[in-house]
């Protein structure tokens, strides 16, 4: 059986599955109840018996129903397990499981773009200075925050390590910002689409996100302008360098302007910097933090883009009051962040290793964006729009035919082709999709590009 026929089976069992699971969390099965039997459920299901037996297999492995000697197959839990079952919202079903999947959706860079054995060599150099692994100082491991200053400071944006809290990653981050400082029913604007439209940090303590159209040199300010009131409850988060999911690198005089109107208006902003030390062309703008002279930005960096997403290394910089509350916050959640993660992390930014390590992710990120952009034009030229970008992963792929970007997904994950439907990063419609160039080999882009192209055209007919 192939690849294609076994996902079409696997999205057909999901279906039966979250059909059996509605009954159960609507009240209709309840606990200890016998089920339908096999025969019965492909009947009224309109579907094949395997289907069934897939769907019961794993709704027994979420341990949601059992079978039970003489009873045949009853609900063995309607609460915490089948709450676990539940799929997030707004994020399209993951399938990197499955083998032989081209992935074209995932933002992180892929293991060969890495130096061989580049981890290992700084493992072995941590392993040596060593003697306790105890917990760190509540902004994070000392050193660690001289190193990340210094690089900062090396790079335009001058902090001190006092300025700087290690977290977790930088979704760590956003959710210390949310809980320790923005208050209840607070306003975000942010550019739309945006990646903080996939992720519900904010909605879930109650806030609202707002989304502000963009163009060639980011977040438009008229709209800001029109979307913020002096003394209102919010924030403004951006990401400024080669964004999420876009690609657009705002330009400093746009920077500049927003930052102007911000610091006049009283709009805190989130600068989320994850992906600038992946630029391809030339260097990026100075950040607004750098630029900050009223302590107006709290600044996000991030490893986990540049360097291993399993260190769990980010960090926050801002002024120090503000840092030392956030501290605070912090140690109520977890006591601080790996100390293990964090030396390795210092080793590669204190010794300068972390430049060289860039050099050679630019390098190999600009060969795969070359054939990335070469696929593209051979095969979608006449079917969609898009812009290079100049750094970063990411391309934002703008369909030219009105066509149904679900069934298109749908379509695409049974070629065995994996991506990000444009609709999880905005609240409105979208016909574009966010293309990764940096995890997928060039001659698998190429492949799924192929695929894809097939699809669009059948669908637009």
Request: hydrophobic content about 40%; overall charge neutral; some cysteine.
């Amino acid at each position: 059986m192939s690849i294609g026929q076994l996902m079409k089976r696997s999205i057909k069992s999901d279906g039966v599955a979250s059909w059996i699971k509605d009954q159960i969390a609507l009240g209709k099965w309840s606990l200890g109840m016998k089920i339908p039997s096999q025969r019965v459920l492909a009947e009224d299901l309109s579907v094949n018996r395997s289907t069934v037996i897939a769907a019961l297999e794993q709704l027994k492995a979420d341990g949601i129903i059992e079978g039970v000697m003489g009873k045949g197959t009853i609900v063995a839990n309607n609460t915490w397990s089948l709450l676990a079952s539940l799929p997030p919202d707004n994020k399209p079903a993951s399938q990197t499981a499955h083998t032989g999947i081209i992935d074209l959706s995932k933002g992180e860079l892929a293991e060969d773009v890495f130096p061989e054995n580049y981890l290992n060599d700084i493992l072995s150099r941590v392993s040596g200075k060593i003697n306790s692994l105890g917990y760190e100082d509540r902004g994070g491991y000392e050193p660690l925050r001289e190193a990340i200053a210094g690089y900062m400071t090396r790079q335009g944006t001058p902090v001190t390590p006092s300025s700087i809290l290690i977290v977790s990653g930088a979704m760590q981050g956003f959710q210390l910002i949310a809980s320790g400082l923005l208050e209840h029913h607070s306003s975000i604007l942010l550019e739309e689409p945006s990646y903080l439209y996939s992720i519900h940090t904010f909605q879930s303590l109650g806030m609202s996100l707002k989304g502000i159209q963009m163009d060639h040199e980011g977040l438009r300010p008229e709209l800001l302008q029109s979307a913020w009131t002096s003394g209102q409850k919010g924030a403004l988060y951006t990401i400024p360098c080669f964004h999420n999911p876009t690609g657009i690198l705002m330009s400093e005089a746009r920077r500049k302007e927003i930052l102007s109107y911000c610091s006049s208006n009283r709009l805190p902003i989130i600068e989320d910097d994850i992906y600038r030390d992946l630029w391809l062309d030339a260097p990026p703008p100075p950040s607004l933090k750098s630029m900050d002279s009223s302590g107006n930005v709290l600044y996000i960096g991030s490893l986990s883009k540049t360097l291993s997403p399993g260190l769990r290394i980010g960090w926050i910089a801002g002024t120090d009051s503000v840092i030392e509350r956030l501290s605070n916050v912090k140690m109520q959640a977890d006591y601080g962040t790996s100390s293990l993660s964090q030396r390795v992390a210092a080793e590669w930014l204190g010794e300068g290793l972390y430049e060289h390590h860039l050099e050679y992710v630019r390098k190999e990120l600009l060969k795969r964006r070359q054939a990335a952009s070469a696929s593209l034009q051979r095969h979608l030229s006449d079917l969609a729009e898009w812009t290079i970008p100049s750094g970063g992963f990411f391309i934002w792929l703008r369909l030219n035919q009105n066509i149904s970007l679900k069934e298109l997904y749908t379509e695409a994950l049974n070629e065995g082709i994996l991506f990000h439907p444009g609709s999880i990063y905005t609240e409105g419609t979208s016909r574009a999709i966010r293309l990764s160039f940096g995890y997928a080999p060039p001659d698998q882009f190429e492949e799924g590009i192929k695929r894809m192209k097939k699809w669009i055209i059948a669908l637009s007919k």
